[in-house]
């Protein structure tokens, strides 16, 4: 069998950060300037340096993840490990499809750039469809051979905006930056809700991690150098900006940086502008198509594409089917002139996608709490939180467009999801997901019922654990979610009751009214006298009673007990081996309690499990000796309902529900729990 193709790990630092560079400068810096300058005036230079340092929680959850799961696919690959399915996908395909697009509106701005002021009257078609193909090419090549050329295009671009940064700092005037805020703070949130993709370039590098050398030490350290120069960078160079020229005047172009170039140093700073814009557009548009493949790998080596796009080709080492598949549709998105339109929706699915990836460093800390983490996040959990918010908390800032076509995304991906062979048992588990939806909500609407349980022998912890116990069965027919508090003599059995529950529990004789007096009776609905003793349980239960409790219950067999307690109003249980049972059913059920008693004295609703190796266990219930005037109510199993017949076999674990007279009870209860030991 031939040995599987990897990826080729020879990334360094230098050329990671190169990676993370080609994305972050993008063309971003070199167009953005002139709406910030239009909606906030110089008060951008401020937005900018916020977004920026809000962005570092986002960077140091990046860098956690990325150092401990240094695989293909970046933040997909992330949340795939550590949220369910449906969720991994939907950030894979939001991840994927805002890297295609945002790829396509770069091929497009370096295709104007060239019409507009190098070569008039070229076909922009014509122009996408070469870069496309250039730059395919030397992807598939693999990350280094492509970084080579991104490399070039970085020092390029990153020495003229430097330059642009340092010179022109001469030559600020700080009259243009008066008035700072000319249109008020209110609009630097929106102002950072525009500028944040800018920022979060850092994410393709987590995406090339398998290719990445010590990835555990260079991809944390990748990631920090890059948002650090980009913050120095951006702050720099729209300082300049604002400073060199008015700001109303900046708004009016469409190349702030070649405008203000021009103005700077005339012919060559205009000439060296046009080239950065360049190096800028072709630097982000290679690092991103490539990103682009790997997300597109990453989703089909999980079957959610077809598997076809997580072949990697023999030679180079590179997902080449996903990298071409993309070049397809970059070159399709570039030709149509719908990209600014969906551009707009891509920045809705990063943002939702990025905020996804910060809780993904709690869940996996929950989910894997032992895997290894060369780096950690500082004050966790309080920084993947505030990178969840600097995300989150900008969505409605997007203009509606952007928020009905990602939304619009969001849908697409869901069938597509759905469409999948693999996924498509979850359409059949639907109508179960909406039925655990609905418990859950039942479940959360309950009210509590605190309840006082004394006596902490085995009586009062058989009724605890019935009560207590939170399967989906018991919930859907409680009337109430039971919070236990219990009150016991021995010192002994209340370090067992603290070992066991985490109730409140109060040492002392609950026949004394001083002791019950201090678990706030007035805020109790229910106590349980459940001792073996039934004089006890009698002073007990009348003592709860003169404390105001509402409902008192006793568990009781002497018959001149039974008598007192029921003449004061006392519910009184007289079945020692059913006693949880019968306690749950007066609780939750006390209209068809009391009708049983009522009707026949003492009848009994009752449920048990049936052991495992129960003698009755394979056989029909027509084979077993069950008396007449008992009667087998239902049988859950697996926690789905099955009507009981004749003809139904028994199975170790499942749950009986019996109805009859006590002793017809008591007697099938020993004739299901019977085993070949006993």
């Known amino acids: 069998m031939p040995e599987p193709v990897q990826f080729k790990r020879n990334v360094s630092l230098f050329m990671a950060v190169m990676i993370g560079i080609g994305a972050m400068m993008g063309p971003g810096v070199f167009a953005l300037p002139s709406i910030v300058a239009a909606d906030a005036g110089p008060l951008g230079i401020i937005a900018y340096l916020f977004m920026g340092l809000l962005t570092l929680f986002t960077a140091l959850s990046y860098s956690e993840l990325g150092a401990a799961i240094p695989i293909a696919g970046g933040g997909y690959s992330f949340v795939s490990r550590s949220l369910p399915d449906p969720v991994a996908f939907l950030t894979g395909w939001f991840f994927w499809i805002g890297n295609t697009l945002a790829c396509s509106l ?65 030559h600020v005037e700080p009259t243009n930056l008066e008035p700072f805020a000319p249109m008020g703070w209110g609009p630097l949130i929106p102002t950072m809700g525009l500028i944040y993709i800018s920022y979060v370039g850092f994410d393709l590098i987590t995406v090339a991690a398998e290719e990445i050398v010590d990835p555990a030490r260079n991809i944390p350290r990748a990631i920090l150098i890059t948002l650090g120069v980009g913050i120095v960078i951006y702050v720099l160079v729209l300082f300049v900006m604002m400073g060199v020229v008015n700001y109303a005047d900046l708004a009016e172009t469409d190349t702030p940086f070649i405008f203000v170039a021009d103005i700077l140093f005339g012919g060559w700073g205009r000439t060296a502008g046009i080239i950065a814009t360049i190096m800028a557009s072709l630097s982000a548009f290679s690092v991103t198509l490539g990103a682009s493949s790997r997300v597109l790998y990453a989703l089909g080596r999980d079957g959610h594409f077809p598997g076809v796009f997580s072949r990697l080709h023999r030679r180079f080492k590179t997902p080449h089917i996903a990298l071409f598949a993309c070049a397809g549709l970059v070159t399709v998105f570039g030709a149509t002139g719908i990209v600014n339109l969906l551009a707009s929706a891509s920045s809705f699915g990063y943002l939702v996608a990025i905020g996804i990836v910060n809780y993904a460093v709690i869940a996996l800390h929950r989910k894997m709490p032992n895997l290894r983490r060369p780096f950690k996040v500082m004050l966790f959990p309080v920084t993947p ?31 597509l999801y759905f469409v999948m062979p693999a996924n498509r048992n979850l359409v059949q588990r ?10 859950r909500l039942r479940i959360w609407r309950k009210p509590h019922m605190q309840v006082l349980i004394i006596g902490g022998g085995n009586q009062g ?3 605890a654990d019935r009560l207590i116990k939170q399967d989906e069965y018991r919930m859907m027919f409680r009337s109430s979610e039971y919070k236990v508090t219990f009150v016991e003599k021995d010192e002994t059995r209340c370090n067992e009751l603290e070992r066991r529950y985490s109730v409140p529990i109060f040492h002392g004789d609950g026949t004394k009214l001083e002791i019950l007096d201090q678990v706030e009776p007035g805020k109790m609905d229910v106590a349980i006298a459940a001792t073996n003793h039934d004089e006890r349980n009698t002073i007990m239960a009348l003592q709860a009673q003169r404390l105001g409790i509402p409902r008192v219950i006793a568990i009781a067999r002497d018959p001149d007990y039974v008598e007192l307690l029921k003449s004061r109003g006392v519910v009184c249980i007289s079945a020692p081996y059913a006693t949880a049972a019968m306690v749950e059913n007066h609780l939750d059920r006390p209209n068809v309690a009391d009708l049983f008693e009522f009707e026949s004295g003492v009848a009994s609703l009752v449920d048990m499990r049936v052991p495992l190796d129960a003698h009755v266990v394979g056989k029909k219930i027509s084979d077993i000796d069950i008396p007449e005037q008992c009667v087998v109510a239902a049988v859950i199993r697996d926690q789905e309902f099955v009507v009981p017949r004749g003809e139904t076999i028994v199975r170790g674990g499942d749950e009986i529900v019996f109805v009859g007279p006590v002793d017809s009870v008591q007697a099938v209860h020993g004739v299901f729990s019977r085993t070949p030991t006993k």
């Open 106 to 170: 770069y091929v497009v701005i370096f295709a104007l750039t060239v019409r507009d002021y190098l070569i008039p009257d070229v076909s922009i078609i014509l122009i996408v469809v070469a870069t496309t193909l250039v730059f395919t090419a030397s992807n598939l090549r693999g990350q280094a051979e492509a970084l080579k050329m991104i490399t070039l295009m970085n020092i390029v671009e990153l020495i003229v905006l430097i330059g642009l940064g340092v010179l022109g700092a001469f």
């Open 385 to 415: 939180v505030l990178g969840i918010i600097s995300c989150w908390f900008f969505v409605p800032m997007l203009d509606p467009q952007s928020l009905v076509l990602g939304a619009g995304l969001a849908a697409v991906g869901g069938v």
């Open 430 to 439: 639907l109508p179960e997901f909406a039925r655990t939806i609905k418990i």
């Open 461 to 463: 912890m058989n009724i």
